[in-house]
Structures are given as C-alpha cells and as structure tokens.
C-alpha cells in the first residue's frame, strides 16, 4: 500500500480553505497555468515530463482533508500522470480553444481527491494546447513559474535542474517555527503601526449575500511604448515597474473614491530563505500596502511614496495579514481583501517543450476569491491589466471605468 504522509496545513492553506468554501464557485481557487504548444509535440515525452514534475515537487501530489484549524496536508507518493485530451481540430480551432480553455478553468479543481488536472487540447497535428489546473493551496505566482522552468527542462528543453532544497512541509515547519519567534512579535509591531487607522477604498458595492456572487471580469492593455515609459520613470526614481504599475492604481482608486489615504490588499512572495528558491507551494503572503497619495500633479512623489510603502511590506512579508491580533481594515461588510493588487512574475519565455515551441497564454476569464481583484500580466512588452470583480457588488460600468482609467493613467503620467 503506498505510504501517505500526513501534516499540519500551513496558516495560508487553512485560511484559502476557509475561503474557498464561500467563494470557490466556477473555478475560483483554481491556478491554471496554460502554454501553447506549436510544432512536433512529443506527447509521450510530455506525460513522462509531468510524471517527473510531479514527483519532484510533493505539493503537486498532495491533498487535503479537514476544515479549519484541523486542515491535513496528505503527501502521496508520486504516480503517473495521464493526460486528458480534447480533441479541437475544425475550421475555427482558435475560438474552440478560447471556449474549451475559459470552461476547463471554471470547473473547481477539488483538492481534497487530487490537486492538479492536466489537458491537453489538439487544434491540429502540429499544434496543440496545454492546460496544467492547480488548485490554489499548493501553488503560487512565483511557484507557476518554477512548474513551467521544471517541466521545460524535464522534457528536454532546458537546462538541468537544480535539487529542490525544501520541499513545502519543510516550510510548514519553519514558518510554524518563526510564528512563535521573536521576528514575528517585530513583525507585528510594524504592520500593527503601519495600518493604524487605515480602512478600505471605498469603492460603491451593492449590498449582497455570497450565495449571490457572480463572477466576471473586464481587460485592457497597456501598450509596449508606455510601458517602456513607466520603466525609464522608475529607473530615475530608483523603483521599479512593481511600484510604478501600484502608483498608478493608487491614482485611479482616489479618482473614483476620493480617498487619499489608500489601504489595497496584495500578496508578496514569502521566499525570503535561499532553501525556497526551488520549492512549489502556497507560501505567498497577503499584506495590505497604505500610502497616502499627496499631490496628483507630482507622479513622481507618489512613486516615491509607494516604494516606501513595498520596501516595508518586503521586509516583513513574513507575517500573514490575518495574524494580525485583533485585525485590521475591519468595518461592517467589508474585508481587507475586497480591494485587491497583484502584479503577476514575469514567466519565462523561449520556451521549448517536448519538441515543440511553448507561449504562455494569460486567461483573462478567471473567477475571482475576492470582490475586486486587478491583476497586471507582462506580456510581449505589454502589461495586460485583467479586473476579475463580483459583479453582484461591483457594477460593470464601474468595473469598465477601473480598467479605462487604469490605462489612461499610465498614458498621462508619461506623456508629462
């Protein structure tokens, strides 16, 4: 019989858990990584890929059992992996693919039989697409990019890998460690500091009951000249696009709130130890990034301010906003979480994969955890900003307007 190992889940598993269960509907804890595969694929060579991957990071090969504090991480021993194929191949395959991908990352990748779900889709004999489904709790924006890293490299098309130093219930264990430590209690005295006060962007939400939730999401794109713009803007100020690409949403948020004092929900990495450089897992952070706007005229000040505002939260990234004793941000129907910001990793490009050429397609159709999620993806030059909200609170017009001023933001602050 084969072993299953069982453990503790980690604070950012039990706390996803729990939101899951209120809003996982239509996929969203799910975290579709998707690559389009064109040339002469090696299908055999990539189901052998996926078996190694999955036996090289053991978060792909666990499940979960229990609710709340009780949540068990069950580590399985690796097994094969098998492929489902769809098969796309007619006269319009790339609007089959777009339909085929948007319905396969709605379905609810259920954690608690097995955490990943491969398909494969074939437009034709030299062109097909992949679609590797995670489930939230044991994957992450910087652990995405290391799935793609890996499985390039064990179909042969990439350099070999390094050994992966921890493996995630080596990081349960520290960060159990750590939260009973002395850095925590600073931690806590800084974001217990820093948050004071604060409260949510008071965007207009329709007053309504989670069963009433309704997933949707608006686009725009932030063209490569602009881009390039907003990088030699933050090269002057010595910050960085991050910081930049937050900047701006700041500006959008006080256009529509009027607030000048923005508190916005976001997650950082959480792999401030060499030995996570490698390791697939749930181990981002949400923290909450305040910064008080000044003057709209001076893009330049407020870049300044902003990247105050991440150098801190980078610094203690190690404490999970929920930790904090007795929280913050908290008034009647809202969340910290309901304003959200996430910049998504660059992943890595010139991909080859089981012999054929591999892209990275960004899923603008995602469903949302959150009421209001802004999401920023690099792509070919370009930022793609994707708003996946709750349109039974955030009004679509509403939702339009985030992403139209959004752009149109960036176009001005480097136009000056």
């Known amino acids: 019989m084969a072993e299953v190992r069982q453990l503790p889940a980690s604070v950012a598993q039990r706390l996803l858990w729990v939101l899951e269960q209120f809003r996982g509907q239509d996929g969203a804890a799910n975290c579709p990584i998707v690559l389009r595969l064109r040339g002469p694929l090696d299908e055999a060579r990539l189901e052998d890929g996926l078996s190694a991957l999955t036996e090289r990071h053991e978060s792909l090969r666990t499940t979960f059992k229990g609710r709340g504090a009780r949540l068990t991480q069950l580590v399985h021993e690796p097994r094969p992996v098998r492929l489902g194929r769809t098969d796309l191949t007619s006269d319009d395959p790339d609007r089959g693919l777009g339909e085929a991908i948007a319905g396969e990352v709605r379905v609810p990748v259920d954690a608690s039989r097995w955490p990943a779900r491969m398909t494969l889709f074939r437009l034709a004999d030299d062109d097909h697409c992949l679609c590797v489904n995670l489930n939230h709790a044991v994957t992450d924006g910087s652990s995405c990019a290391l799935v793609v890293r890996d499985l390039q490299s064990l179909t042969g098309g ?25 850095e925590m209690r600073e931690d806590q005295t800084y974001w217990t500091d820093h948050l004071r006060d604060a409260r949510v962007p008071r965007l207009p939400l329709r007053d309504a009951k989670p069963a009433e939730w309704v997933s949707a999401s608006a686009t725009g794109t932030i063209d490569a000249p602009t881009v390039t713009a907003l990088e030699q803007i933050a090269r002057n100020r010595h910050t960085t696009l991050a910081s930049a690409l937050l900047a701006l949403y700041y500006l959008v948020l006080r256009g529509i709130t009027g607030d000048d004092d923005l508190a916005v929900a976001s997650f950082l990495s959480n792999r401030t130890r060499v030995e996570l450089r ?13 910064t008080h706007v000044g003057s709209a005229d001076d893009f330049g000040e407020l870049l300044r301010r902003t990247h105050d505002t991440a150098m801190g939260a980078f610094v203690h990234q190690r404490l999970p906003y929920q930790l904090l004793s007795g929280g913050t941000l908290t008034e009647p129907g809202r969340r910290a979480d309901d304003v959200m910001f996430q910049v998504v990793p660059e992943l890595p490009g010139n991909l080859r994969v089981a012999g054929a050429d591999a892209e990275i397609v960004v899923v603008d159709r995602l469903a ?49």
Not at 158 to 180: I, N, T
């Open 158 to 182: 990439g350099p070999p890998l390094p050994k992966v130093r921890w493996q995630y219930a080596r990081f349960c264990q520290w960060q159990e460690e750590w939260l009973a430590g002395p």
């Open 368 to 416: 949302s955890r959150f009421e209001c999620e802004f999401q920023i993806y690099p792509q070919y030059g370009e930022q793609r900003v994707v708003l996946c909200y709750n349109s039974a609170r955030l009004d679509d017009h509403l939702a339009a307007r985030l992403v139209g001023d959004y752009i149109a933001t960036a176009k001005a602050v480097t136009s000056r």
């Open 278 to 290: 490698d390791t697939v897992g749930l181990m981002a952070n949400m923290t909450v990034l305040r």
